[in-house]
Protein backbone atom coordinates (compact mmCIF):
# COMPACT_ATOMS: atom_id res chain seq x y z
CA UNK A 1 0.00 0.00 0.00
CA UNK A 2 1.28 3.39 -1.20
CA UNK A 3 0.81 6.59 1.25
CA UNK A 4 0.24 10.25 -0.26
CA UNK A 5 -0.17 12.68 2.51
CA UNK A 6 -0.70 16.96 1.93
CA UNK A 7 -0.67 19.73 4.74
CA UNK A 8 -1.13 23.03 5.01
CA UNK A 9 -1.55 26.11 7.65
CA UNK A 10 -4.80 27.93 7.72
CA UNK A 11 -5.44 31.14 9.36
CA UNK A 12 -8.13 29.58 10.88
CA UNK A 13 -9.47 27.46 13.51
CA UNK A 14 -9.49 23.81 13.82
CA UNK A 15 -13.28 24.41 14.45
CA UNK A 16 -14.07 26.23 11.78
CA UNK A 17 -12.08 24.11 9.25
CA UNK A 18 -14.02 21.70 10.44
CA UNK A 19 -17.17 23.25 10.39
CA UNK A 20 -16.38 23.75 6.56
CA UNK A 21 -15.71 20.26 5.58
CA UNK A 22 -19.07 19.08 7.40
CA UNK A 23 -21.56 21.71 5.89
CA UNK A 24 -23.32 20.72 2.31
CA UNK A 25 -21.13 22.02 -0.33
CA UNK A 26 -17.97 21.67 0.66
CA UNK A 27 -17.75 17.82 -1.63
CA UNK A 28 -18.64 20.37 -4.72
CA UNK A 29 -16.15 23.11 -3.80
CA UNK A 30 -13.67 20.39 -3.63
CA UNK A 31 -14.68 18.73 -7.31
CA UNK A 32 -11.34 19.75 -9.25
CA UNK A 33 -12.88 21.54 -12.29
CA UNK A 34 -10.62 20.11 -14.48
CA UNK A 35 -11.99 16.72 -14.56
CA UNK A 36 -15.14 15.52 -15.60
CA UNK A 37 -17.17 14.78 -12.25
CA UNK A 38 -20.52 14.38 -11.46
CA UNK A 39 -22.18 13.86 -7.65
CA UNK A 40 -24.55 11.07 -7.56
CA UNK A 41 -25.51 10.66 -3.90
CA UNK A 42 -24.47 12.13 -0.81
CA UNK A 43 -26.14 11.69 3.14
CA UNK A 44 -25.46 12.10 6.33
CA UNK A 45 -23.03 14.64 6.23
CA UNK A 46 -18.85 13.33 7.38
CA UNK A 47 -20.25 11.43 10.19
CA UNK A 48 -19.82 7.92 10.48
CA UNK A 49 -22.10 5.48 7.91
CA UNK A 50 -22.19 8.78 5.70
CA UNK A 51 -21.96 7.80 2.26
CA UNK A 52 -21.02 9.82 -1.06
CA UNK A 53 -21.10 8.52 -4.24
CA UNK A 54 -19.88 10.09 -7.73
CA UNK A 55 -19.38 9.15 -11.59
CA UNK A 56 -16.19 10.61 -13.21
CA UNK A 57 -15.13 10.29 -16.85
CA UNK A 58 -11.70 8.42 -17.84
CA UNK A 59 -11.27 8.22 -21.56
CA UNK A 60 -14.91 7.22 -23.21
CA UNK A 61 -16.49 5.72 -19.66
CA UNK A 62 -17.86 7.21 -16.29
CA UNK A 63 -16.43 4.71 -13.58
CA UNK A 64 -18.72 5.21 -10.21
CA UNK A 65 -16.84 6.05 -6.89
CA UNK A 66 -18.67 5.40 -3.97
CA UNK A 67 -17.16 5.79 -0.85
CA UNK A 68 -18.53 5.27 3.59
CA UNK A 69 -16.81 7.75 6.14
CA UNK A 70 -15.46 6.40 9.69
CA UNK A 71 -13.62 7.22 12.46
CA UNK A 72 -15.42 10.84 12.60
CA UNK A 73 -13.44 12.51 16.09
CA UNK A 74 -16.18 15.96 16.22
CA UNK A 75 -14.17 19.14 14.91
CA UNK A 76 -10.70 16.98 13.95
CA UNK A 77 -10.78 14.09 11.71
CA UNK A 78 -13.06 11.95 9.28
CA UNK A 79 -11.73 9.03 7.34
CA UNK A 80 -13.72 7.87 3.66
CA UNK A 81 -13.13 4.69 2.62
CA UNK A 82 -13.56 2.94 -1.10
CA UNK A 83 -16.22 0.81 -1.57
CA UNK A 84 -16.01 -0.16 -4.85
CA UNK A 85 -13.93 -1.28 -7.73
CA UNK A 86 -12.40 -4.30 -7.87
CA UNK A 87 -8.81 -4.78 -6.87
CA UNK A 88 -8.64 -1.05 -5.60
CA UNK A 89 -7.59 -0.60 -1.98
CA UNK A 90 -8.50 3.18 -1.08
CA UNK A 91 -8.68 5.28 2.23
CA UNK A 92 -8.31 9.13 2.97
CA UNK A 93 -8.01 10.62 6.43
CA UNK A 94 -9.55 14.08 6.97
CA UNK A 95 -7.76 15.81 10.10
CA UNK A 96 -7.79 19.12 11.42
CA UNK A 97 -5.31 19.92 13.82
CA UNK A 98 -5.34 22.81 16.16
CA UNK A 99 -2.23 25.58 15.72
CA UNK A 100 -2.86 28.03 18.43
CA UNK A 101 -6.96 29.28 18.76
CA UNK A 102 -7.21 31.08 15.33
CA UNK A 103 -5.04 28.66 13.31
CA UNK A 104 -4.61 25.11 12.08
CA UNK A 105 -3.35 22.64 10.27
CA UNK A 106 -5.28 20.96 7.24
CA UNK A 107 -4.31 17.49 6.59
CA UNK A 108 -4.63 15.04 4.11
CA UNK A 109 -3.81 11.15 4.53
CA UNK A 110 -4.56 8.78 1.73
CA UNK A 111 -3.42 5.26 1.40
CA UNK A 112 -4.12 3.31 -1.54
CA UNK A 113 -3.02 0.14 -4.13
CA UNK A 114 -4.29 0.07 -7.48
CA UNK A 115 -5.27 -3.00 -9.25
CA UNK A 116 -3.73 -5.24 -12.14
CA UNK A 117 -1.27 -6.14 -9.72
CA UNK A 118 2.17 -5.28 -11.21
CA UNK A 119 0.71 -2.96 -14.13
CA UNK A 120 -1.03 -1.25 -11.37
CA UNK A 121 2.51 -0.82 -9.53
CA UNK A 122 3.31 0.84 -12.65
CA UNK A 123 0.70 3.45 -12.43
CA UNK A 124 1.36 4.60 -8.59
CA UNK A 125 4.15 7.00 -9.92
CA UNK A 126 1.64 8.85 -11.80
CA UNK A 127 -1.38 8.54 -9.18
CA UNK A 128 0.96 10.55 -6.58
CA UNK A 129 1.44 13.46 -9.31
CA UNK A 130 -2.11 13.50 -9.80
CA UNK A 131 -2.99 13.45 -5.77
CA UNK A 132 -0.16 16.55 -5.78
CA UNK A 133 -2.22 18.52 -8.20
CA UNK A 134 -5.52 17.84 -6.82
CA UNK A 135 -4.21 18.63 -2.87
CA UNK A 136 -2.81 21.97 -4.32
CA UNK A 137 -6.20 22.68 -5.80
CA UNK A 138 -8.15 21.96 -2.73
CA UNK A 139 -5.90 23.14 0.11
CA UNK A 140 -5.93 26.63 -2.09
CA UNK A 141 -9.51 26.70 -2.48
CA UNK A 142 -10.53 25.67 1.19
CA UNK A 143 -8.46 28.48 2.03
CA UNK A 144 -9.82 31.18 -0.21
CA UNK A 145 -13.13 30.38 0.90
CA UNK A 146 -12.17 30.17 4.56
CA UNK A 147 -11.30 33.40 4.21
CA UNK A 148 -13.54 34.90 2.38
CA UNK A 149 -16.42 34.04 4.99
CA UNK A 150 -14.17 35.35 7.76
CA UNK A 151 -14.57 38.95 6.04
CA UNK A 152 -17.74 38.77 7.40
CA UNK A 153 -17.59 36.94 10.26
CA UNK A 154 -18.88 39.19 12.38
CA UNK A 155 -22.35 39.05 10.91
CA UNK A 156 -25.25 37.22 10.59
CA UNK A 157 -25.79 34.03 8.40
CA UNK A 158 -28.18 34.81 5.59
CA UNK A 159 -31.09 32.76 4.40
CA UNK A 160 -30.75 33.27 0.47
CA UNK A 161 -33.30 32.14 -2.52
CA UNK A 162 -31.60 31.47 -5.79
CA UNK A 163 -32.77 31.26 -9.18
CA UNK A 164 -30.59 29.77 -11.95
CA UNK A 165 -29.46 27.12 -9.17
CA UNK A 166 -28.12 24.71 -11.30
CA UNK A 167 -26.08 26.54 -13.84
CA UNK A 168 -22.51 26.47 -13.44
CA UNK A 169 -22.68 30.00 -11.82
CA UNK A 170 -25.68 28.73 -9.63
CA UNK A 171 -24.12 25.12 -8.70
CA UNK A 172 -20.94 26.60 -7.23
CA UNK A 173 -22.20 29.57 -5.43
CA UNK A 174 -24.70 27.60 -3.58
CA UNK A 175 -22.00 25.21 -2.52
CA UNK A 176 -19.83 28.37 -1.30
CA UNK A 177 -22.66 29.67 0.25
CA UNK A 178 -23.84 26.63 2.08
CA UNK A 179 -20.45 25.82 3.37
CA UNK A 180 -20.12 29.40 4.79
CA UNK A 181 -22.87 28.40 7.15
CA UNK A 182 -25.76 30.08 4.90
CA UNK A 183 -29.13 28.55 4.57
CA UNK A 184 -29.76 28.29 0.41
CA UNK A 185 -32.83 27.59 -0.90
CA UNK A 186 -33.25 27.21 -4.87
CA UNK A 187 -35.79 28.16 -6.87
CA UNK A 188 -36.72 25.13 -9.23
CA UNK A 189 -38.94 24.87 -12.13
CA UNK A 190 -40.83 21.24 -10.35
CA UNK A 191 -42.55 20.08 -7.42
CA UNK A 192 -40.58 21.82 -4.50
CA UNK A 193 -38.72 19.58 -1.86
CA UNK A 194 -39.68 22.26 0.97
CA UNK A 195 -37.58 19.75 3.35
CA UNK A 196 -34.61 21.01 1.10
CA UNK A 197 -35.66 24.54 1.36
CA UNK A 198 -36.70 24.70 -2.40
CA UNK A 199 -39.24 26.97 -4.05
CA UNK A 200 -41.42 26.65 -6.68
CA UNK A 201 -41.11 28.66 -9.51
CA UNK A 202 -42.88 29.16 -13.31
CA UNK A 203 -41.79 32.61 -15.00
CA UNK A 204 -43.44 31.15 -18.45
CA UNK A 205 -46.48 31.08 -16.45
CA UNK A 206 -45.99 33.82 -14.18
CA UNK A 207 -46.34 31.23 -10.97
CA UNK A 208 -44.21 31.75 -7.95
CA UNK A 209 -44.78 30.49 -4.42
CA UNK A 210 -44.36 33.99 -2.99
CA UNK A 211 -45.17 32.83 0.46
CA UNK A 212 -41.99 30.36 0.58
CA UNK A 213 -39.80 33.72 -0.01
CA UNK A 214 -41.52 35.57 2.98
CA UNK A 215 -38.41 36.58 5.21
CA UNK A 216 -35.48 35.44 3.46
CA UNK A 217 -32.53 37.67 3.90
CA UNK A 218 -31.85 38.05 -0.01
CA UNK A 219 -32.33 36.94 -3.65
CA UNK A 220 -29.89 36.04 -6.39
CA UNK A 221 -31.17 35.87 -9.48
CA UNK A 222 -29.03 34.58 -12.06
CA UNK A 223 -31.52 32.92 -14.62
CA UNK A 224 -31.43 33.33 -17.87
CA UNK A 225 -31.58 31.27 -21.30
CA UNK A 226 -28.08 30.54 -22.72
CA UNK A 227 -27.27 33.52 -25.60
CA UNK A 228 -24.47 31.55 -27.03
CA UNK A 229 -26.07 27.67 -27.87
CA UNK A 230 -26.66 28.50 -31.13
CA UNK A 231 -27.90 30.76 -34.13
CA UNK A 232 -29.84 33.82 -32.95
CA UNK A 233 -33.21 33.32 -35.24
CA UNK A 234 -36.69 36.11 -34.56
CA UNK A 235 -37.98 33.13 -32.03
CA UNK A 236 -34.17 32.64 -30.06
CA UNK A 237 -34.08 35.77 -29.62
CA UNK A 238 -37.55 36.78 -28.17
CA UNK A 239 -36.85 33.72 -25.93
CA UNK A 240 -33.78 34.98 -25.04
CA UNK A 241 -34.97 38.57 -23.89
CA UNK A 242 -38.11 37.69 -22.28
CA UNK A 243 -36.10 34.72 -19.93
CA UNK A 244 -34.65 37.36 -18.29
CA UNK A 245 -37.03 40.34 -18.24
CA UNK A 246 -40.29 38.22 -17.43
CA UNK A 247 -38.71 36.31 -14.72
CA UNK A 248 -36.97 39.41 -13.37
CA UNK A 249 -40.18 41.30 -13.22
CA UNK A 250 -41.76 38.10 -11.74
CA UNK A 251 -39.15 38.24 -8.80
CA UNK A 252 -39.31 42.22 -8.40
CA UNK A 253 -43.15 42.36 -8.20
CA UNK A 254 -43.58 39.44 -5.93
CA UNK A 255 -41.11 40.53 -3.07
CA UNK A 256 -42.09 44.27 -3.39
CA UNK A 257 -45.37 43.10 -2.05
CA UNK A 258 -43.90 40.57 0.65
CA UNK A 259 -44.67 41.25 4.20
CA UNK A 260 -41.20 40.84 5.15
CA UNK A 261 -38.85 41.64 1.81
CA UNK A 262 -35.52 40.80 1.04
CA UNK A 263 -32.51 43.45 2.42
CA UNK A 264 -31.48 43.35 -1.23
CA UNK A 265 -32.30 41.99 -4.55
CA UNK A 266 -29.16 40.73 -6.41
CA UNK A 267 -30.41 40.41 -10.48
CA UNK A 268 -27.81 39.90 -12.83
CA UNK A 269 -26.55 41.46 -15.77
CA UNK A 270 -24.13 41.34 -17.69
CA UNK A 271 -21.06 43.23 -19.84
CA UNK A 272 -22.77 43.11 -23.18
CA UNK A 273 -24.72 46.47 -21.45
CA UNK A 274 -22.10 48.18 -23.22
CA UNK A 275 -22.30 47.00 -26.57
CA UNK A 276 -18.98 47.43 -28.83
CA UNK A 277 -17.03 49.75 -27.53
CA UNK A 278 -13.17 51.01 -28.72
CA UNK A 279 -12.85 53.07 -25.81
CA UNK A 280 -12.46 51.59 -21.90
CA UNK A 281 -16.22 51.94 -19.90
CA UNK A 282 -16.92 51.81 -16.70
CA UNK A 283 -20.22 52.05 -14.45
CA UNK A 284 -21.16 55.03 -15.26
CA UNK A 285 -20.72 54.65 -18.74
CA UNK A 286 -24.22 54.78 -20.93
CA UNK A 287 -25.18 51.54 -23.09
CA UNK A 288 -24.28 50.73 -26.19
CA UNK A 289 -26.07 49.19 -29.39
CA UNK A 290 -26.95 46.19 -30.48
CA UNK A 291 -29.21 43.33 -29.41
CA UNK A 292 -27.26 41.87 -26.05
CA UNK A 293 -27.31 46.13 -24.93
CA UNK A 294 -30.75 45.73 -25.80
CA UNK A 295 -31.52 42.82 -23.48
CA UNK A 296 -29.11 44.24 -21.03
CA UNK A 297 -30.81 47.25 -20.55
CA UNK A 298 -34.23 45.49 -20.30
CA UNK A 299 -33.33 43.01 -18.04
CA UNK A 300 -32.26 45.28 -15.79
CA UNK A 301 -35.60 47.53 -16.15
CA UNK A 302 -37.48 44.87 -14.95
CA UNK A 303 -36.16 45.21 -11.32
CA UNK A 304 -37.72 48.00 -11.05
CA UNK A 305 -40.57 47.08 -8.63
CA UNK A 306 -38.43 46.32 -6.26
CA UNK A 307 -36.45 49.56 -6.55
CA UNK A 308 -39.35 51.66 -6.23
CA UNK A 309 -40.13 49.58 -3.15
CA UNK A 310 -37.80 50.52 -1.35
CA UNK A 311 -35.79 47.49 -1.89
CA UNK A 312 -31.85 47.50 -2.30
CA UNK A 313 -31.17 46.30 -6.18
CA UNK A 314 -27.88 45.30 -7.60
CA UNK A 315 -27.16 44.17 -11.16
CA UNK A 316 -23.79 42.80 -11.43
CA UNK A 317 -22.73 42.97 -15.43
CA UNK A 318 -20.98 39.65 -15.46
CA UNK A 319 -18.08 39.32 -17.99
CA UNK A 320 -17.13 35.98 -19.70
CA UNK A 321 -16.25 33.61 -16.45
CA UNK A 322 -13.27 31.23 -16.48
CA UNK A 323 -14.47 28.01 -15.28
CA UNK A 324 -13.05 24.64 -16.24
CA UNK A 325 -16.59 22.97 -16.05
CA UNK A 326 -18.47 25.43 -18.66
CA UNK A 327 -18.52 27.84 -20.51
CA UNK A 328 -16.33 29.62 -23.20
CA UNK A 329 -13.03 28.49 -21.76
CA UNK A 330 -14.25 24.35 -21.01
CA UNK A 331 -15.59 24.75 -24.86
CA UNK A 332 -12.03 25.91 -25.72
CA UNK A 333 -10.09 22.93 -24.25
CA UNK A 334 -10.55 20.15 -26.90
CA UNK A 335 -9.29 22.27 -30.16
CA UNK A 336 -6.50 23.60 -28.55
CA UNK A 337 -5.34 20.25 -27.01
CA UNK A 338 -5.14 19.00 -30.46
CA UNK A 339 -4.10 21.77 -31.31
CA UNK A 340 -6.02 24.11 -33.51
CA UNK A 341 -6.60 27.25 -31.50
CA UNK A 342 -6.14 30.69 -32.67
CA UNK A 343 -7.42 34.02 -32.18
CA UNK A 344 -11.01 34.50 -33.43
CA UNK A 345 -11.26 37.47 -36.22
CA UNK A 346 -8.80 39.82 -36.19
CA UNK A 347 -7.93 38.64 -32.31
CA UNK A 348 -8.30 42.90 -31.42
CA UNK A 349 -11.73 42.32 -29.59
CA UNK A 350 -11.29 43.34 -25.97
CA UNK A 351 -12.71 40.38 -23.63
CA UNK A 352 -13.83 41.36 -19.93
CA UNK A 353 -13.67 38.73 -18.03
CA UNK A 354 -13.67 37.02 -14.59
CA UNK A 355 -12.78 33.97 -12.83
CA UNK A 356 -15.17 31.93 -11.21
CA UNK A 357 -14.24 31.56 -8.06
CA UNK A 358 -13.88 35.57 -7.85
CA UNK A 359 -17.15 36.12 -9.36
CA UNK A 360 -18.54 33.94 -5.95
CA UNK A 361 -16.62 36.42 -4.09
CA UNK A 362 -18.02 39.52 -5.57
CA UNK A 363 -21.81 37.90 -5.31
CA UNK A 364 -21.11 37.72 -1.87
CA UNK A 365 -19.23 40.63 -1.65
CA UNK A 366 -22.65 42.79 -2.30
CA UNK A 367 -24.69 40.81 0.01
CA UNK A 368 -22.66 42.95 2.88
CA UNK A 369 -21.42 45.75 1.46
CA UNK A 370 -25.15 47.65 1.98
CA UNK A 371 -23.38 50.59 0.22
CA UNK A 372 -23.34 48.91 -3.07
CA UNK A 373 -26.86 49.30 -5.27
CA UNK A 374 -27.18 49.67 -9.14
CA UNK A 375 -24.79 48.50 -11.64
CA UNK A 376 -21.70 46.78 -10.93
CA UNK A 377 -19.03 45.57 -12.84
CA UNK A 378 -18.13 41.88 -11.73
CA UNK A 379 -14.87 41.78 -14.10
CA UNK A 380 -11.40 41.68 -13.77
CA UNK A 381 -9.83 45.20 -13.46
CA UNK A 382 -7.38 43.99 -16.39
CA UNK A 383 -9.30 43.39 -19.49
CA UNK A 384 -7.56 42.07 -22.40
CA UNK A 385 -7.77 41.05 -25.83
CA UNK A 386 -8.61 38.03 -27.85
CA UNK A 387 -5.16 37.24 -28.87
CA UNK A 388 -3.73 37.67 -25.67
CA UNK A 389 -6.73 35.16 -23.78
CA UNK A 390 -5.69 32.71 -26.73
CA UNK A 391 -2.00 32.97 -26.58
CA UNK A 392 -2.40 32.54 -22.77
CA UNK A 393 -4.49 28.98 -22.90
CA UNK A 394 -1.99 27.87 -25.49
CA UNK A 395 0.78 28.56 -23.34
CA UNK A 396 -1.31 26.88 -20.17
CA UNK A 397 -1.66 23.97 -22.10
CA UNK A 398 1.60 23.88 -23.79
CA UNK A 399 0.12 23.88 -27.33
CA UNK A 400 0.46 26.67 -30.34
CA UNK A 401 -2.33 29.05 -30.39
CA UNK A 402 -1.61 30.19 -34.24
CA UNK A 403 -4.68 28.98 -36.25
CA UNK A 404 -7.23 32.06 -36.90
CA UNK A 405 -11.06 31.62 -37.06
CA UNK A 406 -11.36 34.67 -39.86
CA UNK A 407 -14.39 36.75 -39.10
CA UNK A 408 -16.15 35.74 -42.37
CA UNK A 409 -16.00 32.61 -40.80
CA UNK A 410 -17.68 33.32 -37.81
CA UNK A 411 -20.36 35.47 -39.03
CA UNK A 412 -21.28 32.31 -41.84
CA UNK A 413 -21.47 29.32 -39.22
CA UNK A 414 -22.90 31.75 -36.30
CA UNK A 415 -24.62 34.76 -37.41
CA UNK A 416 -25.57 38.06 -35.72
CA UNK A 417 -24.55 35.43 -32.29
CA UNK A 418 -20.86 35.11 -33.56
CA UNK A 419 -20.44 38.61 -34.31
CA UNK A 420 -21.61 39.97 -31.08
CA UNK A 421 -20.25 37.42 -28.93
CA UNK A 422 -17.20 36.30 -30.46
CA UNK A 423 -15.93 39.63 -32.44
CA UNK A 424 -17.41 42.19 -30.40
CA UNK A 425 -15.97 43.81 -27.13
CA UNK A 426 -15.57 46.06 -24.85
CA UNK A 427 -12.70 46.82 -22.12
CA UNK A 428 -14.68 46.91 -19.07
CA UNK A 429 -13.16 47.96 -15.70
CA UNK A 430 -14.89 47.35 -11.93
CA UNK A 431 -14.89 50.80 -11.10
CA UNK A 432 -17.20 50.17 -8.10
CA UNK A 433 -15.46 46.83 -7.02
CA UNK A 434 -12.09 48.65 -7.21
CA UNK A 435 -13.47 51.34 -4.68
CA UNK A 436 -14.94 49.28 -2.54
CA UNK A 437 -11.79 47.31 -1.97
CA UNK A 438 -13.12 44.16 -3.05
CA UNK A 439 -10.14 41.52 -3.09
CA UNK A 440 -9.82 39.53 -6.31
CA UNK A 441 -8.03 36.16 -5.93
CA UNK A 442 -7.36 35.84 -9.80
CA UNK A 443 -6.66 39.48 -11.47
CA UNK A 444 -4.39 38.19 -14.01
CA UNK A 445 -5.77 35.90 -17.05
CA UNK A 446 -2.77 33.29 -16.15
CA UNK A 447 -3.85 32.74 -12.47
CA UNK A 448 -7.54 32.14 -13.53
CA UNK A 449 -6.72 29.85 -16.18
CA UNK A 450 -4.28 27.80 -14.25
CA UNK A 451 -6.29 27.61 -11.52
CA UNK A 452 -9.06 26.04 -12.92
CA UNK A 453 -7.18 23.86 -15.31
CA UNK A 454 -5.18 22.64 -11.53
CA UNK A 455 -1.58 24.13 -12.60
CA UNK A 456 -0.95 26.60 -10.62
CA UNK A 457 1.91 26.47 -7.48
CA UNK A 458 0.80 24.85 -4.63
CA UNK A 459 0.23 27.18 -2.22
CA UNK A 460 2.04 28.70 0.50
CA UNK A 461 2.87 26.16 3.30
CA UNK A 462 1.66 23.40 1.32
CA UNK A 463 3.57 19.86 1.70
Known amino acids: MTRFAARSPLPVSADELYCWHARAGAFQRLMP ?18 RVAFDIRQGPVWLRWEAEHSDHIEGRQFRDTM ?102 RRLVRRNANSAAGEITWDPSRGEIDSKALEGVDAVIHLAGENIASGRWTAARKKSILTSRVDSTRLLAET ?5 RPPRVFVSASAVGFYGDRGDPVDESSGTGTGFLAEVCRAWEEAAEPA ?45 SWISLDDLLGVLHWILFDEAISGPVNAVSPKAIDNRRFVQTLGAVLNRPAILPLPAFAVRLAFGEMGQRVLLDGAAVRPARLLAAGFPFLHPEIETAVRSELGSLAPPEGFS
Not at 33 to 50: F, H, K, T, Y
Not at 150 to 178: P, T
Not at 255 to 259: P, V
Open 255 to 259: IARLE
Open 33 to 50: PWEQLRLVQQSGGIADGA
Open 307 to 351: RAAGLRVVHPRIGMVVAGQGGALAKLLTPFRLGLGGPVGGGKQMT
Open 83 to 184: LRMSGTAWTHLHRFEPAGDVNSQLIDEIDFTLPFGALGRLGTATMLRKLQRLFAFRHRRTRDDLLRHAAFAHRSRLDIAISGASGLIGSQLCAFLSTGGHRV
